[in-house]
């Protein structure tokens, strides 16, 4: 059974520095990882999604990810934290083979100080 | 850009009632979602839905749940004898393919007194 841990429930950096919000996974096929953001009183927005194709993924507003299996991580990173940034951010996997099911990390609070 | 819409933002109903929440998909997609979010734990995945049939459901959504698709445009959720353990965020989304991008909703919160 797939499983996703995100090994910070709070991650707090001052503007302008880089972000890492680390996630762990645990899949028994080649999972699809994606990494998704919401903001308070939003939807989840989906930042970025790796499925097999190239290992660093680019998402919107400068995020990406890379996938390392041998690590079995999938760390997101930003250059320079904005303000915006500020959100919940959930690292999330699906079994690539025809699942429907996504499997959520606890989620990570991103705090950015000015 | 098209957008998953769910109604009401907030639900507080009594313990026992029937709550109904409704979303409203993204036109052109085929398969449906539920997950929820109890206060301070994961989101979990309650149900999928396709062609008019659950594809796929936890084992938390047991025989107090229902889901439909009334009308062609709303998905619905329906929690026949709610209970204070039903408080949560309940997120809607929906995909395009079995396998595609879930695009996911801004949530009901239902609170159970």
């Known amino acids: 059974a797939q499983s996703v841990t995100q090994l910070d429930s709070h991650v707090s950096v001052s503007e302008g520095t880089p972000v890492l919000l680390r996630c762990n996974y645990s899949s028994s096929y080649s999972p699809s990882l994606f990494w998704y953001v919401q903001h308070p009183n939003k939807g989840l927005q989906l930042l970025l999604k790796y499925t097999s194709a190239a290992t660093l993924v680019k998402g919107i507003n400068g995020f990406e990810a890379e996938f390392k299996k041998s690590e079995t991580s999938f760390h997101l990173t930003k250059p320079s934290a904005h303000m915006s940034d500020a959100a919940e951010y959930f690292c999330v996997v699906s079994e690539a083979q025809g699942a429907q099911k996504l499997v959520f990390g606890q989620g990570t609070r991103l705090t950015i100080n000015p | 850009e098209p957008e998953v819409t769910q109604t009401p933002s907030h639900q507080v109903t009594q313990m026992g009632q029937e709550v109904i929440l409704r979303c409203v998909p993204i036109?052109?997609?085929?398969?449906f979602y539920w997950y929820r979010q109890i206060l301070g734990q994961k989101v979990e995945f309650l149900v999928s839905f396709y062609n008019n049939e659950i594809s796929e459901k936890s084992e938390i959504f047991d025989d107090q749940f229902s889901v439909e698709r009334p009308d062609g445009s709303n998905f619905t959720l329906k929690i026949r004898s709610t209970k204070l353990e039903d408080s949560a965020m309940y997120f809607c989304?929906?995909?395009?393919?079995?396998?595609?991008?879930?695009?996911f909703g801004p949530g009901t919160r239902l609170t159970v007194l």
């Open positions: 989304a929906s995909s395009e393919y079995m396998e595609g991008t879930q695009y």
């Open positions: 036109s052109n997609h085929l398969y």
